[in-house]
């Protein structure tokens, strides 16, 4: 089986939330950047457990980023992936991330290709149902648990209100989420590894950018808390009554 | 030219997000100068003209009993047909598990650019720019989108419902695209709860709560309040509670009206899934707890002895 991992790379989930350039862009300097947590623990470990029960499974990486990216790529290297494709573009609109990743699927006859539930830095929860729309191939969203028998997926997904669990012939596309693995730290021999493990670089395919950022805010700060005396909590009921109207 | 929504259902009837999305659609029209068409999908048990009480002028029901389970690809197909035939310059969706799964197959074939999780109406006075979240309720970003068919996904809870007096006209269709590919093989519904991500009041409760034998003062104060119950990362990850009540950065992101949290320190992990929240209150007894920097209101005390007493007072204020 041949499985192709989506890893993107975010900024680590205690960053400082700045922007620079007039608003415009992240203020990236000094900021540590981490695989999506969403792509490391449950898509690229899922995947890494399916190669521990069948030794013949091939797992690839892909990440549509620039040069920095390679350090999150070499550190999935580390934790288990067989060689990573790199396409070199910065660029953060799905639907051209989504084509470059359906490119590279499209010539590697992949049975799997997995991705992140979303990145937690700009929150699209888009490329996986794109790289699938445009490779014309079925799409799981929000799966939680992922097996496969012979020829078929058998996944349980997230539905709002409730799980359900269903079964599709390979080849498909999943994002995953919690559930689906656990963390995993990746050891010495696979750190050592990684080093020599293949990461090829390409260039884009043409593509439209269909969105671009105009600019960032923040939101406004909180006024502060009003604390209540624990002796008085029904001083906070009133409160929440009257002054919140939230109850 | 009109402005399509997507209103999504569960065992037939209509989510409260998606009356938020008929909502957004019906602004936008209102906003653009034309108005707004929704698409429902599968049977339904509702009256569908109601929804014209959000400003939905027609309905198209696409009722095929193939359709009864969900299946984004296909949801999808029917949606791109309808949105071609009413040559739609705007589609709206919320964005819940059916929207991101829907949405971004939408763009595809529809070429169509795709903001997920818009926080307000799009502003119009120079281009098209919707405003949506990201870094996980930490930011906002002002999207441009260039396309002339234009996708954008509402964040439940984010824009509210705005009700008026109106009733839809309703056209029944059947569709062809009813690819399946996927058999269902099980569905295991959450119920007798408020769904997490639809709820206007939350109780949570993290590690502070010791154990889960302690949980009676999360379920019953969120009895009292009609909310739906939530929990910190480690209390799932340690199965003092389900997984699918985990808040967080890896976890559900809410925004409720009210969001309580007892015994949880408030990691910056944990903010990103519930800062969006309209009114947050902390109930921790360490003074320092990181939470309350982010709170509304706060007791500094030991939830064993605050919280059944603000029961007892909700319960006074209800029956008074
Ligand atoms: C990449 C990453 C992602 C993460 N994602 C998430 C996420 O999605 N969601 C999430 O929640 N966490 C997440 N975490 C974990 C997060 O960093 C915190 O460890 C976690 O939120 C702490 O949970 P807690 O507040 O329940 O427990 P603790 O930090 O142990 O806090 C317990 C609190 O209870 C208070 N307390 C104790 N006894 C009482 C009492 N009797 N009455 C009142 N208060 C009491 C204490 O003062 C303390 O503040 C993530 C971490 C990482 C590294
Ligand atoms: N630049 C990228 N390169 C490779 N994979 C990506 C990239 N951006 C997003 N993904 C994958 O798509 C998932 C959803 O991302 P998004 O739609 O941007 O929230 C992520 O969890 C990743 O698995």
Redesign the interface.
Known sequence: MKILVCISKTPDTTAKIAFADNNTKFAGDGVQWIINPYDEWYALVRAIELKEADPSTVIHLINVGGADSEPIIRKALALGGDEAIRVNSESNDSYFVAAQIAEIAKSGSYDLILTGKETIDYNGSSIGAMVAAFLEKPFVSHSVKLNIDSNNAMITREIEGGEESCKIALPLVLSCQKGMAEQRIPNMKGIMGARTKPLKVVEPIAGEELTSVVAFDLPPAKAGVKLVSPDQPEELVRLLHEEAKAI | MSVLVYI?Q?EGSI?KASLEAASYANETAKKLGTTSTAVVIGSTNDKLESLGNYGIKKVYHFDNQELN??N??SY?KVIQEIAQQENAEVIVFS????G??????????L???????AVALPDTSNGF?VK????????????????SQKIISVNPNSFGIHSSDGQAEVVSVKTLQTSA???????????GDV?L?EAD?VVSGGRGLKGPENWGLVTELAEV?GAATACSRPVADIHWRP??E?VG???LAIAP??YIAIGISGA??HL?GV?RS??I??INKDPEAPF???????????AF??VP??IE??K??KSA
């Open positions: 999504d569960s989510k389970s969900f984004s690809t999808s964005n819940n598990t059916s991101k799964a829907i949405a971004p197959a939408l763009s595809v074939f070429k169509a650019g795709l903001v997920t999780g720019v949506k979240s990201v870094f996980s309720g930490k930011a906002f970003a002002n999207i441009k989108i260039q396309s590919g996927i058999e269902i093989t099980g569905t295991h519904k959450i119920t769904p991500s009041v309040l997984h699918h985990h950065q890896t976890g009206n009210l910056i992990q990103a800062n309209k009114t209150v902390v309350f920097k982010a709170a509304d209101y706060g007791i500094v005390g030991d002895e605050v007493k603000i007072s909700i006074k204020l």
